[in-house]
């Protein structure tokens, strides 16, 4: 069972792309998920504000907590998460947090190193033609993925 988190993909349209892409391929490989309600854009910002350079740790807890959340209502065995998957994240933290994360709600946290699979994963998705994510996701990485500070502000 698959699971889409919004709050932190910004923009809206490119939540969208991302959720469009996932739905698509679930389809092909009869995956089931489900996909987050609301997009609360608002609640993200204001919970990393004036705390942006560790927003990642807020970010983690809050996605994988409501993944467990879901897990415990639908009576999973475990719960995970594709960030494990990345080498841009910061893979420790995304274990120590499922982790707590796991113990507090009272269902385990599935840790494996799926960076293992990171090339398969990349040439897959571009033999499917996906359309692949250029930035993490909240609009704080969408500017260290593009701002250049030498850049003029004419034009
Ligand atoms: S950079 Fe990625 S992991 Fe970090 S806060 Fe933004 S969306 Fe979340």
Redesign the pocket.
């Known amino acids: 069972m698959g699971f889409f988190y919004r709050h932190?993909i910004h923009p809206y349209t490119e939540c969208l792309k991302r959720q469009h892409t996932l739905q698509a391929y679930a389809d092909q490989i009869g995956l089931k998920v489900i996909i987050q309600e609301g997009y609360d854009l608002e609640g993200f910002i204001q919970n990393v504000v004036h705390r942006e350079s560790d927003?990642?740790r807020h970010?983690?807890h809050d996605r994988l907590r409501t993944t467990a959340l879901l897990a415990k209502r639908g009576k999973f065995d475990y719960f995970t998460s594709t960030l494990l998957y990345s080498r841009f994240?910061k893979h420790d933290l995304i274990r120590s947090v499922g982790e707590s994360v796991g113990k507090s709600v009272g269902v385990p946290f599935y840790y494996q190193d799926f960076r293992e699979g990171w090339k398969v994963g990349v040439d897959a998705s571009k033999t499917l033609g996906m359309y692949r994510q250029p930035y993490?996701?909240?609009i704080?990485?969408e500017k260290e993925r593009f701002f250049r500070s030498d850049e003029g502000t004419t034009g």
Do not use: F
Request: glycine content about 10%; proline content about 0%.
């Open positions: 932190n927003r990642c970010c983690y994240q993490c996701g909240c704080y990485s």
